[in-house]
């Protein structure tokens, strides 16, 4: 059975940081693509980085640019969301999801519950 679990989200202040985490479990993490997605309220979901099977980084959100990073750890079947100066418009649940094979793609095979990010003073 696939899954994509996410955690790592919560409350946290202007200017902070958070580091997501997605778990993969049912398929070979090392041969897709992963990427982390959002939804804010009363917004469309959003694509923010995409990490391909190589490691190579895809910005999907030129509003992340220079605060986010995305690495995996496939022996440990994870892939993570390093979130840096951390801003309230980047309030959202943050969804990972399996792509299709090992490139980026904002079409998605599989995806996680998502985990709750609050931006907040």
């Known amino acids: 059975q696939v899954q994509l679990v996410e955690s790592g989200g919560g409350l946290v202040q202007p200017g902070g940081s958070l580091r997501l985490s997605c778990v993969a479990s049912?398929?070979?993490?090392?041969?897709?693509?992963i990427g982390w997605f959002r939804q804010a309220p009363g917004k469309e979901r959003e694509g923010v980085l995409c990490?391909?099977?190589?490691?190579?980084?895809?910005f999907y959100a030129d509003s992340v640019k220079g605060r986010f990073t995305i690495s995996r750890d496939n022996n440990k079947k994870t892939v993570y969301l390093q979130m840096n100066t951390l801003k309230p418009d980047d309030t959202a649940v943050y969804y990972c999801?399996?792509?299709?094979?090992?490139?980026?793609?904002?079409?998605?095979?599989?995806w996680g519950q998502g985990t709750q990010v609050t931006v907040s003073s």
């Open positions: 049912g398929f070979a993490l090392a041969y897709y693509a």
């Open positions: 999801a399996a792509n299709y094979g090992p490139a980026c793609s904002l079409s998605t095979r599989y």
């Open positions: 990490i391909d099977a190589s490691d190579k980084s895809t």
